[in-house]
Protein backbone atom coordinates (compact mmCIF):
# COMPACT_ATOMS: atom_id res chain seq x y z
CA UNK A 1 0.00 0.00 0.00
CA UNK A 2 1.04 3.63 -0.90
CA UNK A 3 -0.45 7.03 0.69
CA UNK A 4 0.74 9.81 -1.73
CA UNK A 5 -0.19 13.64 -0.41
CA UNK A 6 -0.21 15.87 -3.43
CA UNK A 7 0.17 19.87 -2.82
CA UNK A 8 0.89 22.91 -4.64
CA UNK A 9 -2.10 23.90 -6.94
CA UNK A 10 -3.53 27.42 -6.64
CA UNK A 11 -4.84 30.17 -9.19
CA UNK A 12 -2.34 31.72 -11.94
CA UNK A 13 -2.61 34.10 -14.87
CA UNK A 14 -1.53 32.66 -17.88
CA UNK A 15 1.93 32.61 -17.93
CA UNK A 16 3.13 31.90 -14.76
CA UNK A 17 4.46 28.96 -12.58
CA UNK A 18 3.73 26.61 -10.21
CA UNK A 19 5.19 23.81 -8.37
CA UNK A 20 3.44 20.83 -7.35
CA UNK A 21 4.76 18.51 -4.91
CA UNK A 22 3.66 14.95 -4.30
CA UNK A 23 5.26 12.67 -1.22
CA UNK A 24 4.96 8.90 -1.14
CA UNK A 25 4.52 7.09 1.85
CA UNK A 26 7.43 4.70 0.27
CA UNK A 27 9.63 4.29 -2.64
CA UNK A 28 7.97 3.20 -5.76
CA UNK A 29 8.89 1.89 -9.07
CA UNK A 30 7.82 5.23 -11.10
CA UNK A 31 5.05 8.28 -9.93
CA UNK A 32 3.70 10.38 -12.12
CA UNK A 33 0.78 13.32 -12.69
CA UNK A 34 -2.36 13.04 -14.39
CA UNK A 35 -5.22 16.09 -14.73
CA UNK A 36 -8.63 16.27 -15.65
CA UNK A 37 -10.79 18.76 -16.87
CA UNK A 38 -14.45 19.44 -16.24
CA UNK A 39 -15.71 17.50 -18.90
CA UNK A 40 -12.65 15.65 -20.30
CA UNK A 41 -11.16 12.44 -19.66
CA UNK A 42 -8.07 12.08 -17.18
CA UNK A 43 -4.56 12.45 -19.56
CA UNK A 44 -1.33 11.45 -18.30
CA UNK A 45 0.69 14.23 -18.03
CA UNK A 46 4.39 13.15 -16.73
CA UNK A 47 5.64 10.39 -15.34
CA UNK A 48 9.38 9.56 -13.90
CA UNK A 49 11.14 6.07 -12.91
CA UNK A 50 12.46 5.79 -9.66
CA UNK A 51 15.57 4.18 -10.03
CA UNK A 52 16.61 5.37 -13.20
CA UNK A 53 14.91 9.05 -13.68
CA UNK A 54 13.42 8.28 -17.33
CA UNK A 55 10.98 11.02 -18.34
CA UNK A 56 7.79 10.86 -20.14
CA UNK A 57 5.41 13.74 -20.88
CA UNK A 58 2.66 14.48 -22.59
CA UNK A 59 3.18 15.98 -25.86
CA UNK A 60 0.98 19.81 -24.74
CA UNK A 61 3.53 20.23 -22.23
CA UNK A 62 6.83 19.46 -23.60
CA UNK A 63 9.35 22.36 -22.87
CA UNK A 64 7.14 23.80 -20.94
CA UNK A 65 6.91 21.19 -17.78
CA UNK A 66 9.31 19.39 -15.86
CA UNK A 67 9.15 16.27 -13.92
CA UNK A 68 11.80 15.48 -11.27
CA UNK A 69 12.29 13.51 -8.03
CA UNK A 70 14.37 13.61 -4.91
CA UNK A 71 15.28 10.29 -3.69
CA UNK A 72 15.93 11.32 0.24
CA UNK A 73 12.66 12.48 0.04
CA UNK A 74 10.08 9.88 -1.22
CA UNK A 75 8.83 12.97 -3.31
CA UNK A 76 7.72 14.04 -7.08
CA UNK A 77 7.97 17.70 -8.22
CA UNK A 78 5.96 18.88 -11.27
CA UNK A 79 7.77 22.05 -12.25
CA UNK A 80 4.70 24.02 -14.78
CA UNK A 81 5.82 26.90 -16.51
CA UNK A 82 4.21 29.49 -18.99
CA UNK A 83 0.98 28.27 -18.30
CA UNK A 84 -2.14 28.17 -20.00
CA UNK A 85 -5.78 27.86 -19.80
CA UNK A 86 -5.96 24.96 -21.19
CA UNK A 87 -3.93 23.56 -18.47
CA UNK A 88 -6.68 24.29 -15.69
CA UNK A 89 -7.31 21.39 -13.95
CA UNK A 90 -7.29 18.76 -10.93
CA UNK A 91 -3.98 17.31 -11.01
CA UNK A 92 -3.61 14.22 -9.30
CA UNK A 93 -0.07 12.01 -8.38
CA UNK A 94 -0.14 8.72 -8.73
CA UNK A 95 2.38 5.56 -8.01
CA UNK A 96 3.16 2.16 -8.78
CA UNK A 97 5.28 -0.55 -7.18
CA UNK A 98 6.44 -2.62 -10.73
CA UNK A 99 6.22 -2.15 -13.92
CA UNK A 100 2.47 -2.45 -15.72
CA UNK A 101 1.55 -2.44 -11.91
CA UNK A 102 -2.05 -1.32 -10.23
CA UNK A 103 -1.80 2.75 -9.68
CA UNK A 104 -2.17 4.12 -6.07
CA UNK A 105 -3.48 7.90 -6.29
CA UNK A 106 -2.60 10.92 -4.33
CA UNK A 107 -6.42 13.06 -3.68
CA UNK A 108 -5.95 15.57 -6.25
CA UNK A 109 -4.76 19.66 -6.30
CA UNK A 110 -6.54 21.91 -7.99
CA UNK A 111 -4.63 23.99 -10.78
CA UNK A 112 -6.67 26.57 -12.09
CA UNK A 113 -5.02 29.37 -15.22
CA UNK A 114 -6.84 32.55 -15.76
CA UNK A 115 -6.68 34.42 -19.13
Known amino acids: QVQLVESGGGLVQVGDSLRLSCTASRRTFSMGWFRQAPGKERESVAA????????SYLDSVKGRFTISRDIAKNTVYLQMNSLKPEDTALYYC???????????WGQGTQVTVSS
Open 48 to 55: ITWNAGTT
Open 94 to 104: AGRLVPGGNFY
